[in-house]
């Protein structure tokens, strides 16, 4: 259901130490998606549009 509706969506994995955007929803889901691990920036797309900085977590 998120992946229609929601247009940015942040999945925070502790175990993993790595944080996933996924936005661009379609009626299948989202289309895009970009992971990185915890101390690198994420760009979070539009309606956002910033960085998000991870080094926190």
Known sequence: M???LVP???VIDMEASEITCF??????????RTTVSFGED????????????????
């Open 2 to 4: 998120y992946g229609r």
């Open 8 to 10: 940015v969506y942040l």
């Open 23 to 32: 936005w661009d929803p379609s009626p299948h889901g989202y289309r895009s």
């Open 42 to 57: 994420l760009h979070v797309p539009k309606p956002f549009d910033c960085v998000l900085d991870t080094s926190g977590f």
